[in-house]
Structures are given as structure tokens and as C-alpha cells.
């Protein structure tokens, strides 16, 4: 089944008592039982949901796995993940990944002894130094928050998957529509379901996705056990963006690389990240595992300062001064300040996240405007 059918079909089937060709909204907390123990599939709604349920199937297959399980939030997804280690063991992650994601692997996880190396996952010579017996998780961001590196999943599986680690990817930037970071030999696949999936800047979300039926049941048992899970809305929310996310997504991929074309030749602008340039590290890693390049693009100005920043982010008019992403409406955004003010600025500088550096999460509306939104504003530098 061709992607654009499955975000509509696979997993999604009119409700057997009303025939609603829509997935109701469960809004129950419990669930009559026949006898003590004895119902219908369902005893509690921290356990189990129909909604969820439909939308667990749905995301399952949109990424090539055979199940989902989600969760209240990205990172409450994340952190499902990070319970599947132990005190002891070791993990090794983008250097370059999103603020919160290093704020609960160092403030949280560390403090129970698991140790987090954070490293250049391009440089796999770099990667096969940290590697140890007690190494259990390699953590892929790709295209990395905010600097848009590629890491070659592929490359990275092939050369250090063996029993015992665990490969995972946060695919929240690519979306399931661009990329598929099981079908190149990872074991875990994490989104922020809040961003591509809802689409609508109106639900938070997550989710775990992967092949391992062992994985599944120790990440059922956590979701249950700890109950970070979703409402109902939230799960019909994330099934109804679900719907148009193939439509949204390559839209905003052509916003983006038109773009990106107009800040590269712009005067004040000293440097453009975006995964479609020739020039971009691993552009070619990026056209083989990517479907097409994104629609994140960030930029550095040549007057290189928080206040430069600023003068930028406080006038445009269509793009609008938030943090998120992947909604259908244009972001702009200030990562050392902002998505990224929990990380150190001494490492945050070390992999290019400079004072002056913006971040656009561009979205559907005319490229024409944008464009011209954009560049209003860097008149004011």
C-alpha cells in the first residue's frame, strides 16, 4: 500500500456500532466487565483505549513496523525509551540533538547511572572511541535540532548493531513521510507526534515505534505501569492530522527549499543550513534516506548577536515567534534562547549554534509571501 493510502487506511476502519467512517472518541476512563477479569479487550484507560488503539495501528504501519505504542508527550516517549536501560549502562548521542532531549538524558537519566557521551554521529571513527561493553543505545537524531545534520542511519546500523545495543532514532524533523529509520536497521523509532503527524499546532504527543516484540511489551508494561499516556482527543487529534500529513509535509518541503534558495543569497545572511544544498554535510546520505529534504531551515546572520537576532524575530508578520514545529503555519524561532536554552552556551558554540542563529519551521502558506515576510524583516538588521 502507497504511503498517501496508508495515512488514511491501514490501521482505520468504521466503527463496527455506528458505522462512523471517523474513529470515535472514546472519552471513558473505564470499562464495564462481564465477570471479574472477564471483557472485551478492555479494563482500564490507562491500559487501553479503542482510540489509541486505532492510532498505535495506524503510526505502526506508516513506519514500517509492526507495532506503536504512544504517549503523553515527545518526551514522555523518550523517556519510556530510556527506562528500557539500567544503571550502568552507556549511551551515545548526537552531539548537535534538541534542548530537551539532552535536559532529561543529563538532569534526569544520569542521576541513576546511566552515562551519556555526546559526539559527532558523521564521524563514525569518533563514535567507534566511545563504544564499550557497557555501551546499550546509540540516540540518532537526523536531521538534527537546529543545525540540520544528517546522520547516515544505515551507515551507523550496519557498522555497530549487535546484540545487546540498541539503535534509535528521533524521526520528529523527516516526519514518517520522508524518512523510515526501521526499514534502514534501527530498532526504535521515537516522534514527537505534536509536530509532522498532528500537523495542527493543537495536540501534544508521542510516540515509540518498532518490530521488537520484546521492546513492545517492555514499553507496553512502562506505558501502563507509569501512565504517560494520551487522552482520547488527543489520539483523534493525531489521527486527523495523520490524514493530510503526506499533502502538508511536501508542501512544505517546497516552501522550504525555495527559501532557503532566497536566504543564501541574502546580504545578511553569513550562512543557510538546509539539507537540499550540494554542499550541506551529507547531502548525498540525505537524498538516499530521505524522500525529500525537510522543511526546517535555519540560518546565521553576519552581524552575529542575540540582538541582531532579535530585531529579525520581532518583525515578521507571517512567520510567528514560537517555539514547535510542523504546523501547517510558519514558524520562527531563536534556539539559543529558546528550544535549546537548557544546553550549556560553551556547547552549544562547539557544534555552530551561534547567538544569532533562527530557526524556521516553514509551513504551507504561499512562498511568495513568505518570502517577502522574510525579507521585510531582515531589513530592519
Known amino acids: 500500500m502507497k504511503f498517501g493510502t496508508k495515512v488514511i487506511h491501514e490501521g482505520v476502519h468504521p466503527d463496527p456500532s455506528t458505522g462512523a467512517i471517523m474513529t470515535p472518541i472514546f472519552q471513558t476512563s473505564t ?101 564499550n561493553s557497557n555501551t546499550k543505545m546509540i540516540w540518532i537524531e537526523t536531521p538534527t535540532n537546529p543545525m540540520l545534520n544528517i546522520v547516515d542511519i544505515k551507515g551507523v546500523c550496519d557498522r555497530y548493531h549487535r546484540d545487546g545495543m540498541l539503535i534509535c532514532v528521533d524521526n520528529t524533523f523527516a516526519s514518517p513521510f520522508l524518512q523510515n529509520p526501521l526499514d534502514l536497521g534501527a530498532n526504535i523509532v521515537v516522534h514527537s507526534a505534536t509536530k509532522y503527524l498532528g500537523g495542527h499546532s493543537d495536540v501534544i504527543h508521542g510516540a515509540v515505534i518498532t518490530k521488537d516484540k520484546d521492546i513492545v511489551a517492555q514499553l507496553r508494561f512502562i506505558q501502563n505501569a507509569v501512565g504517560a499516556v494520551p487522552g482520547p482527543q488527543d489520539c483523534f487529534l493525531i489521527l486527523r492530522g495523520i490524514k493530510t500529513l503526506h499533502i502538508r509535509v511536501e508542501r512544505a518541503c517546497q516552501n522550504a527549499e525555495k527559501i532557503a534558495q532566497f536566504l543564501v543569497g541574502h546580504s545578511k545572511i553569513s550562512k543557510v543550513y538546509y539539507p537540499g544544498f550540494e554542499t550541506h554535510p551529507n547531502h548525498k546520505v540525505a537524498a538516499q534516506q530521505m524522500r525529500m529534504f525537510g522543511a526546517m531551515v535555519s540560518f546565521d546572520l553576519h552581524e552575529n548577536s542575540e540582538d541582531a537576532a532579535r530585531k529579525v524575530l520581532s518583525n515578521t508578520k507571517l512567520f510567528s515567534l514560537a517555539e514547535s514545529l510542523g504546523g501547517v503555519e510558519s514558524l520562527i524561532g531563536h534556539p539559543a534562547s529558546m528550544t535549546h536554552g537548557s544546553i550549556p552556551r560553551e556547547e552549544r558554540l562547539k557544534v555552530g549554534l551561534t547567538d544569532s542563529l533562527i530557526r524556521l519551521s516553514v509551513g504551507i502558506e504561499d512562498v511568495d509571501d513568505l518570502i517577502d515576510d522574510l525579507s521585510q524583516a531582515l531589513d530592519f538588521l
Open 31 to 131: 470499562y464495564v466487565q462481564e465477570a471479574p477479569g472477564v471483557h472485551k479487550g478492555f479494563e482500564y484507560a490507562r491500559t487501553q483505549n479503542p482510540t489509541r488503539q486505532v492510532l498505535e495501528a495506524n503510526l505502526a504501519a506508516l513506519e514500517n513496523g509492526s507495532d506503536a505504542v504512544c504517549f503523553s508527550s515527545g518526551l514522555a516517549a523518550m523517556d519510556a525509551v530510556l527506562k528500557l536501560l539500567n544503571p550502568g549502562d552507556e549511551v551515545i548521542a548526537t552531539d548537535d540533538l534538541y534542548g530537551g532531549s539532552y535536559r532529561i538524558m543529563t538532569k534526569v537519566f544520569a542521576k541513576y547511572g546511566i552515562r551519556f557521551h555526546f559526539t559527532n554521529l558523521m564521524d563514525l571513527e569518533k563514535v567507534s572511541q566511545l563504544i
